[in-house]
């Protein structure tokens, strides 16, 4: 058997790539072969092959040098790397689905990401294949879909309630997704963890590098922000940190600060392992959180918030539906308590059992879905 993964697609969000592999790895697991499928858009222009040829050669020569001299496209060589590595992709022109296509493979996944989110690529045609449209219904699966906002726009009530009807089993990333399938269709849709959960810690770091040239010697804070990190970290998270950083000499990094140039042209492998040798995380991204929990972290959590087409879009719904679901209610922002022992003492345990009982479930989701035996 063989399935095709329909996800948003991106070089530049560390969790997309994360959970595309996620969905990749669980589905060949089951024994069924599988690729993604990713839309001719992101096929490299002739002028970007040729820039990205001179800097895998300069990456071959000098590694370090090439990442202080060009690190943006340096990550996105990264980037590219690990997809060609661990994410089998086809790229077609998925905005015309040929119909063909539902003749090439048994099942069609859709997920993880915030791919029922209609305002992230708001197009007809993008949104109807992360739905599913072109496919049979039996050929229909979703594997931990986000819609990432908390209520639907109405103009999409109509085809999402037409295609989510359509699906033999629905399954949800939070609790409000849950919710707009309920309203939208009368169904009930299960609440399942994201993907990357679905990964032990052993297998992720399996995929991770060490950043070349970094400095492992001092311990450090790493700062993940998708949002704005001055206006996300209130006044008294930022005197604990300061405090914390002053008393542990905590050297700080930032992923996304391109002064920061190391951690500015890391890689998904290499993110990994920035990740799992940090003192202290600080971040407000969903994924931020969950390696934190996968790798058994100390972190601090912001809320993030998201400005799109003037308006401000509170993105944290996934993150409280999956805390609530480890029963870690206490990291989240309004509730993490600023002291030494909440911080550096904290007890994973309980939520990584949690997260075992998980992934059972969800394979036994998966399988029922796909009608394996």
Request: hydrophobic letters at 35%; proline letters at 5%; a negative charge.
């Amino acid at each position: 058997m063989k399935a095709a993964i329909f996800t948003i697609y991106g070089q530049s969000n560390y969790g997309n790539r994360f959970q595309n592999y996620g969905v990749f790895s669980n589905i060949l697991k089951l024994g069924i072969d599988c690729e993604s499928i990713i839309s001719k858009q992101w096929t490299p222009t002739a002028s970007r092959l040729r820039i990205e040829a001179q800097m895998r050669d300069r990456l071959r020569q000098d590694e370090l040098e090439a990442q202080q001299e060009s690190p943006l496209v340096v990550r996105q060589i990264r980037y590219e790397t690990f997809d060609g590595s661990y994410i089998p992709q086809r790229f077609i022109d998925a905005v015309h689905m040929p119909e063909s296509i539902r003749s090439e493979y048994d099942f069609f996944i859709t997920g993880s990401d915030q791919v029922w989110n209609p305002q992230f690529r708001d197009s007809l045609g993008q949104i109807e294949n992360r739905l599913l449209k072109f496919a049979r219904p039996e050929q229909r699966v979703c594997f931990a879909p986000s819609f990432g906002i908390d209520a639907l726009p109405e103009k999409w009530h109509d085809l999402y309630r037409r295609e989510l009807c359509k699906f033999p089993y629905l399954n949800v990333r939070e609790q409000t997704g849950a919710e707009i399938i309920r309203d939208l269709t009368g169904r009930n849709a299960d609440v399942v963890l994201d993907p990357t959960f679905m990964i032990d810690k052993d297998e992720w770091l399996s995929l991770a590098k060490p950043m070349p040239g970094f400095d492992y010697e001092h311990p450090y804070i790493l700062y993940y922000f998708l949002g704005s990190e001055e206006e996300e970290i209130s006044e008294d998270l930022r005197n604990f940190i300061d405090r914390v950083k002053k008393e542990r000499e905590l050297v700080e990094y930032r992923l996304f600060r391109p002064e920061d140039r190391l951690p500015y042209s890391a890689g998904p492998s290499e993110f990994l392992d920035l990740f799992n040798r940090a003192a202290l995380i600080c971040t407000d991204s969903f994924h931020g959180a969950v390696f934190s929990v996968i790798l058994g972290k100390p972190f601090l959590l912001c809320n993030r918030r998201l400005v799109i087409a003037s308006q401000d879009i509170d993105m944290s719904n996934r993150t409280i539906s999956v805390m609530d679901r480890l029963q870690l209610q206490d990291k989240l922002p309004e509730n993490q308590e600023l002291t030494d022992d909440a911080l550096w003492e904290y007890d994973y345990t309980n939520a990584h059992a949690i997260i075992q009982k998980e992934q059972k479930r969800m394979k036994g989701l998966l399988r029922e879905a796909m009608r394996l035996a």
